[in-house]
């Protein structure tokens, strides 16, 4: 299946900036749909922002204008630029991929993928 692996998480102060990224692994050819979520302990994982094969973006209303996703070329890594933090944005953030493998034609959908988490904390 598709492996995600995370970084770039850490502890920031109000108004700090922190770039997170994500990659996509597990066969030669692949392409990915890619978002990120937050979960904070005792509460449902929320989406934050995604990005699909055609660089459509969206964003949770908010961080609209705080944070910017972007994706490689080869959609296969996902990164996510937060800026104006807030201490309100601290929690742990996964990466989630959709994404399509092919072995000769055609892309064929694969299991969706989560990452392992990378804790963001702001403090005031």
């Known amino acids: 299946g598709v492996h995600l692996v995370e970084s770039g998480g850490g502890s920031v102060q109000a108004g700090g900036s922190l770039r997170l990224s994500c990659t996509a692994s597990g066969y030669t050819y692949l392409r990915c749909a890619m978002s990120w979520y937050q979960q904070t302990p005792g509460k449902e994982r929320e989406f934050v922002s995604g990005i699909q094969r055609d660089g459509l973006t969206s964003y949770a209303d908010s961080v609209k204008g705080r944070f910017d996703i972007s994706q490689d070329s080869a959609k296969t890594t996902v990164y996510l630029e937060m800026n104006g933090l807030k201490p309100e944005d601290t929690a742990m953030y996964y990466c989630?991929?959709?994404?399509?493998?092919?072995?000769?034609?055609?892309?064929?959908?694969?299991?969706?993928?989560w990452g392992q988490g990378t804790q963001v904390t702001v403090s005031a």
């Open positions: 989630k991929a959709e994404c399509q493998r092919r072995q000769g034609l055609p892309w064929i959908r694969v299991d969706d993928a």
